[in-house]
C-alpha cells in the first residue's frame, strides 16, 4: 500500500480545519501562538508574526493555539501567565465575546464542510463522475494473468476468441465462461493500440471475487453544468454528513442493545488503505473520498466530545447557561486531558483492528 496519496489527503484535511481556526483567530483579533500539524516531538518548525509554525512527529491530528485560551486561576505557570497577559491585553481568547469565541471554534468543522461541497461541486462539474467502463484498460494488476501475458495499460480490448466485443459487460462474460469451461481454460484476447492490434492468450485467476485476469478499465465519465453541480454537491455533502450521524447512532444503540452492529468504524490505518485504493481508482474517485472525509471530520468535530471542538462548544454553551460565567479553565482544561487520552486510547485501538482486518 502507498501511504503517499493517505498523507495528502488526510494531512490537508487537518492542514484545512487548523486553517479555518487560525483565521477565524485573526479575524477576531485574537493573537495565535502556534498553528502545528500533528503532535508530539517538533520535527521542523519557523516562527512569523509571532506564531510559530510546526510539523510534529504523529501526523493524525493537529492543534491552533490561541493565546488566552487556558488563564488558570491561581496556576503560577508560565503558560497561564502568557495567557493572563494576552487577555490583559485584549488579544486573548477569553478576552473576546461568547459569540466571537464559538466562532473561533467552529470555524474548523465549517471548513470541512464548506471542502467537501467544493470537493463534490467540483467532481461533478469538472472532473467528471464515473459512470460506465470502457474497454480501455488503465491498469494491469503485478502477479495476474494479464500482466503474465504482457498486456499494457493503454491498450484496448478488441475481441476475444475471435469475435469482437463492444463492452465491459460482454468482456466480464466471457471471462466468467472461460473460467468455467472444462479443460482449457485459456481465452485469446485481441488488443489494439492505435491502429495495431496483438493477441495474447490468458487463462482467468479464480480470486474471492469469482474469475479475474487482472486488468482496470478507463471509466467513461459525465460532467454537469455549473449550477446543477452546485446543487448536488450541497446535496451530497448534506447526505454525507446525514450518512454519518445515522451510522453513529446506529452503533451507539447496537452498543446500547449488545447487538452486532451493521457497520464499523475505521481509524488511520484503515481510511488510509481506502484512499489508497481510491486513488488508484482515479482521480474522480479520490476526490470523491476526500470529500466523505471532510465532512466526516467537520461532523466528528462537532460531537460534544472533551477535546473536540464540539466538547468546547459545550462548555461554551454551560457557560451561556449560567449566564456569562464561565466554568473554571483548571477544571475544563483537565476534562479536556482526560478526553483526548481516552480518544488517543480509542484510535490505538481501532487501529490495531484495522491492522488486523487488513492482515
Known sequence: MSWLPAVLVLGGLIFVHELGHFVAARAC????????LGFGPRLA???????????RLIPIIGYVRMAGMYPAEGDGTAEAER???????????????LAQRAAMIAAGPCVNFLVAFLLYATVLGAVG???????RIRTVEPSMPAAAAGILPGESVAAINGTPVTSWDALRNAIVAAAGKKGDQTMRITLRRGGAEHTVVVKPEETASGPLIGIVPVL???RLPVLQAVGRGAAATAASVYQSLAGLVGLVAAAVAHRPAQGQLMGPIGISSQIDA?????????LLIAAVLSANL?????LPIPALDGGRLAFLGVEWLRGGRPVDPAKEGLVH????????AFIVIVSVHDIAQLG
Not at 29 to 36: A, D, P
Not at 83 to 97: D, I, K, L, W
Not at 337 to 344: D, E, N, T
Request: proline letters at 5%; hydrophobic letters at 45%; aromatic letters at 8%.
Open 29 to 36: 483579533g485574537v493573537e495565535v501562538e502556534e498553528f502545528s
Open 45 to 55: 518548525s519557523f516562527r512569523s508574526g509571532g506564531t510559530l509554525y510546526a510539523l
Open 83 to 97: 495567557s493572563r497577559a494576552a487577555n490583559a491585553r485584549g488579544v486573548g481568547f477569553a478576552s473576546r465575546t
Open 129 to 135: 463522475i464515473p459512470v460506465a467502463p470502457t474497454l
Open 220 to 222: 467513461r465519465t459525465t
Open 278 to 286: 481510491a486513488s488508484q481508482a482515479g482521480p474522480s474517485a479520490l
Open 298 to 302: 467537520g461532523l466528528l468535530n462537532l
Open 337 to 344: 486531558f482526560i478526553g483526548l487520552a481516552v480518544l488517543m
